[in-house]
């Protein structure tokens, strides 16, 4: 008799996965059609996520849908438009809409940001040290004509690259004993600088090493091997859960998130970088939040990744 019932409720459960699996992928399907209307209220602009219009016939889409569809019921909290469709299904339809606009890739960021760009200045600034030598070295090996110009403190290095005397900045940002070192990451936000490569260099103590960062005053894509990383600054009042959740709807995988102790509601966060969906957060988070700044997109340097100076 025991048995029987157990067989009953799993065969239960599982007919109620598979309905809701079809259910989810029809919900989908539908969440593209919005994006598909969107991209028709978009044109042929590709700065749509700037323009109050459109965001405000975003903003109506997604409320009429909530109102009209009804939402999953355990849905997570939502976030600043307080629509009633997931954080997640929102995402989703941006990143739709991105695809849609022929607006994909890594290489399509600079779209988003008027202070992309990359001028050719290959001169680094930084206080020199064994450590930071060898840091150095590493990311000259991914530059075309390095140049150096030293430092007497971390302040002066963080003007310099601020008041354009130097395009870059190197500086440590965390270590084994300490973490994330936090005075450094104060001199980062002061100056608004951004990330573009990091490195890790091992030190005297044994097991040890220190993280160091070419920073910039602007966002550019590094050119370095392996993966890409996407970093922001955001506030939000809600729960994380939907921050994360958008990430997901984006495949964008999360690799470190903190809170920034002097700053409430602030987070600081690392995600891996999707091809196929950067763009679509990215529009996410215009469209969505406030008060949030990206502070870099980045790669990060192994030993072997150094080699010989980029050519043209």
Known sequence: MVYDKQNIILGNLCRAGAE?????????????ELAGLLAEEAGEEE??????????????????????????????????????????????????????????????????????TDDGNETVCYVPNSYADEAFSRFAGRMKEPKVLYGHDFTEICESVYYERAAYCLLPIENSSDGRLAGFRRLIAKYGLKTVMTTSVKTAQ????????????????????????????????????????????????PVSLYSVPERAGFYDAVFAVSEEGICGFLS?????????????????????????????
């Not at 809701?20 to 593209?32: F, I, M, V, Y």
């Not at 889409?61 to 909530?66: F, G, P």
């Not at 955001?234 to 958008?246: F, G, P, Q, S, V």
């Open 206 to 253: 044994e097991g040890e090493a220190t993280v160091f960062a070419l920073m910039r005053k602007n966002i550019v894509i590094p050119d370095c091997p392996g993966d890409k990383f996407f970093e922001l600054r955001i506030r939000t009042d809600e729960a994380l859960t939907a921050l994360l959740c958008a990430a997901d709807a984006c495949l964008m995988k």
């Open 20 to 32: 809701q699996t079809a259910a989810l992928e029809k919900r989908l399907a539908h969440l593209g």
């Open 47 to 116: 700065i749509f996520f700037r323009d109050p219009g459109f965001a405000a016939a975003y903003r109506e889409l997604m409320r009429r849908s909530a109102a009209e569809g009804g939402a999953p019921v355990n849905a997570e909290r939502l976030s600043v438009i307080g629509g009633a469709l997931t954080a997640f299904e929102r995402a989703y339809v941006c990143r739709r809409l991105t695809d849609s606009l022929g607006i994909r890739g890594i290489r399509s960021v600079g779209t988003y940001f008027e202070d992309y």
């Open 284 to 312: 996410f988070l215009f469209l969505e939040y406030r008060d949030f700044r990206v502070t870099g997109f980045f790669g990060t340097l192994q030993p072997d990744d150094a080699g010989t100076n980029r050519k043209g």
